[in-house]
């Protein structure tokens, strides 16, 4: 196995458990909310150090595609990296100084984020059709696969959920703020 489908798989192993995740947290806000205080307690408290994990994460990975697995990122790709690896900055300082002014500054930049990163998403499998990447400049395809792991899994989607995790902290976090 080389290094880069080595990575591959790690990274499409914790888009899986995001997902399983943000499955959780839907269900758990949906029907045990009063239950289980404890757990939205947790989340505030630490969601703001989470969002900076995944986003350091995401970034780390974006480069590590680009710059060591050679794949060239298409514009999508690049539009995405300009609302993620901001939020390295903006979630370091805020946990450093510990601010609670950033949140919604780096929830724009995530629900942008997310909001390209589904239509990339669905672009390459389809469902919507959009101008090739190509004919804005020079770019490869934004519909090009370059990782497909466990039959769904691309670069965008992996995206997509560092994204919604991001928001989901956030949020939570700012419940604590708001407390």
């Known amino acids: 196995m080389s290094i880069i489908e080595f990575i591959n798989l790690k990274l499409a192993v914790l888009t899986v458990l995001s997902q399983i995740f943000i499955l959780c947290v839907a269900v758990f806000l949906l029907f045990f909310k009063k239950k289980h205080i404890f757990i939205i307690k947790f989340l505030a408290k630490y969601g703001l150090l ?51 002014k950033i949140f ?21 499998l389809g469902v919507v059709s959009g101008l090739s990447c190509s004919l804005v400049g020079y770019s490869v395809s934004c519909v090009k696969q370059f990782v497909m792991q466990f039959g769904y899994i691309t670069i965008p989607l992996m995206s997509l959920t560092a994204f919604s995790l991001i928001v989901i902290f ?5 419940t604590q703020k708001n407390n």
């Open 50 to 100: 989470f969002s900076f994990i995944v986003a350091l994460t995401a970034t780390l990975g974006s480069l590590f595609y680009s710059e060591i697995a050679g794949y060239i990122p298409c514009t999508l790709c690049w539009y995405q990296r300009i609302f993620m690896y901001p939020q390295i900055i903006i979630l370091g300082l805020a946990l450093i100084k510990k601010d609670q």
């Open 104 to 124: 919604n500054y780096s929830l724009a930049l995530s629900a942008i984020g997310l909001i390209i990163a589904l239509y990339h998403y669905l672009m390459q």
């Open 170 to 174: 956030l949020l939570f976090s700012k």
